[in-house]
């Protein structure tokens, strides 16, 4: 009996020493954080904020029931955030009781060096919108032999309209007919989409000069147009928005339908408009909800947070277009979806996978 009772006690005392071990290391996350309400904010935007993931809305609301609509809260009201669900660094947070952090005023510091996207598309090869008539400035008179379809280090003769010189490249192009806006009757613009480079080699007469094809993205043929070449640089260093700017797909690569990932698109807005390379855009859709009223043929319509369907890095710029890779598509994603710019803190986990780079 007697050595009944000592294993019991020795049992005892084992799962106490183990509880209080359990205790001792419990994680100091287990205390409720929370969030305090500033003005402007949605849920939506509160989870881009905390977890870098907009997406998590309808738990956090499911946590915080008082709230009576997701889309218009109250500034000042404490908002208890997610269990389990770890934050990003330097997100305005506080344990339950505690003051919040300060939040980090002025736009977050851009992650050291860039990113390369060269594994992911040929930066030369992605062309751009044009909101006006796109006047040539040079043409491909013919090749050297009687082929039809041209490509890397085929010979031919271009005419170039203004002054070039041995060495200067250009780029080979199709300009698409005037693309109707998805959102309007009025047209939105014209595609250059680039098909390759050439180098002048010699000139032969009068703005008639010999060439070689260097690059091919797509076939060439006489009588393509040419355009200058402007490079443009596979290593895109991220930079901030402005906040609120908005835009919206106007034309997909290959004027395409549907969007996937890795599809270069083009919307109607540009350097004027504060848009800058290294900008990373949200693809949304817009949603309303029908809320039953006091009558029953009476319901009342409310604005719910924007879903979001992807996110798009801007590459290049004109002064009133943009040009981007879409790098993340969660759901299908059609011409004409609105994009508003991400306010992010630290880079989104889709670019992890993408190696590092130095920008010139």
């Known amino acids: 009996?007697?050595?009944?009772?000592?294993?019991?006690?020795?049992?005892?005392?084992?799962?106490?020493?183990?509880?209080?071990?359990?205790?001792?290391?419990?994680?100091?996350?287990?205390?409720?954080?929370?969030?305090?309400?500033?003005?402007g904010d949605t849920l939506w935007d509160i989870c881009a904020k905390v977890y870098g993931d907009a997406d998590l809305w309808p738990k956090l609301w499911e946590m915080n029931p008082?709230?009576?609509?997701?889309?218009?809260?109250?500034?000042?009201?404490?908002?208890?955030?997610?269990?389990?669900?770890?934050?990003?660094k330097g997100a305005p947070v506080s344990m339950a009781g505690k003051p919040a952090a300060p939040a980090v005023s002025g736009p977050a510091a851009a992650p050291p060096g860039g990113y390369e996207l060269s594994s992911l598309k040929n930066i030369d090869s992605l062309g751009y919108l044009s909101t006006s008539e796109v006047v040539p400035?040079?043409?491909?008179?013919?090749?050297?032999?009687?082929?039809?379809?041209?490509?890397?280090?085929?010979?031919?003769?271009?005419?170039?309209?203004?002054?070039?010189?041995?060495?200067?490249?250009?780029?080979?192009?199709?300009?698409?007919?005037?693309?109707?806006?998805?959102?309007?009757?009025?047209?939105?613009?014209?595609?250059?989409?680039f098909l390759g480079r050439l180098r002048i080699l010699e000139q032969t007469k009068e703005n008639l000069f010999k060439a070689v094809i260097e690059k091919s993205f797509k076939t060439i043929r006489k009588g393509d147009p040419l355009m200058k070449y402007v490079p443009v640089s596979p290593c895109i260093k991220l930079t901030k928005g402005p906040l609120g700017l908005a835009t919206y797909i106007a034309a997909i690569e290959e004027q395409k339908v549907m969007v996937g990932q890795y599809t270069?698109?083009?919307?109607?807005?540009?350097?004027?408009?504060?848009?800058?390379?290294?900008?990373?855009?949200?693809?949304?859709?817009?949603?309303?909800?029908?809320?039953?009223?006091?009558?029953?043929?009476?319901?009342?319509?409310?604005?719910?947070?924007?879903?979001?369907?992807?996110?798009?890095?801007?590459?290049?710029?004109?002064?009133?277009?943009?040009?981007?890779?879409?790098?993340?598509?969660?759901?299908?994603?059609?011409?004409?979806?609105?994009?508003?710019?991400?306010?992010?803190?630290?880079?989104?986990?889709?670019?992890?996978?993408?190696?590092?780079c130095r920008p010139e």
Not at 10 to 32: E, K, N, W
Request: aromatic share 8%; proline share 8%.
């Open 1 to 39: 009996m007697t050595r009944t009772k000592n294993i019991t006690l020795c049992v005892f005392v084992l799962m106490l020493c183990l509880g209080i071990f359990q205790m001792s290391i419990r994680p100091s996350g287990a205390q409720p954080l929370t969030y305090t309400v500033q003005e």
């Open 264 to 356: 270069t698109i083009y919307f109607p807005k540009g350097s004027e408009q504060g848009v800058e390379p290294g900008q990373v855009f949200q693809i949304v859709q817009k949603r309303e909800v029908e809320i039953p009223g006091e009558e029953k043929d009476s319901p009342n319509t409310t604005t719910l947070p924007d879903a979001v369907l992807g996110y798009c890095l801007v590459v290049s710029t004109t002064a009133d277009t943009g040009t981007g890779i879409v790098m993340s598509a969660k759901r299908d994603i059609s011409n004409g979806a609105p994009m508003k710019i991400l306010d992010w803190t630290t880079p989104p986990s889709f670019f992890s996978v993408i190696p590092s």
């Open 137 to 193: 400035e040079g043409i491909i008179v013919s090749g050297e032999t009687d082929k039809i379809m041209l490509g890397v280090g085929d010979s031919l003769f271009v005419k170039v309209y203004g002054s070039a010189s041995a060495g200067d490249r250009f780029t080979v192009c199709n300009i698409s007919a005037p693309l109707k806006d998805p959102h309007s009757p009025e047209d939105v613009g014209y595609l250059v989409t």
């Open 66 to 88: 008082f709230i009576t609509n997701p889309h218009l809260l109250k500034p000042g009201d404490v908002i208890t955030l997610l269990e389990g669900v770890p934050v990003l």
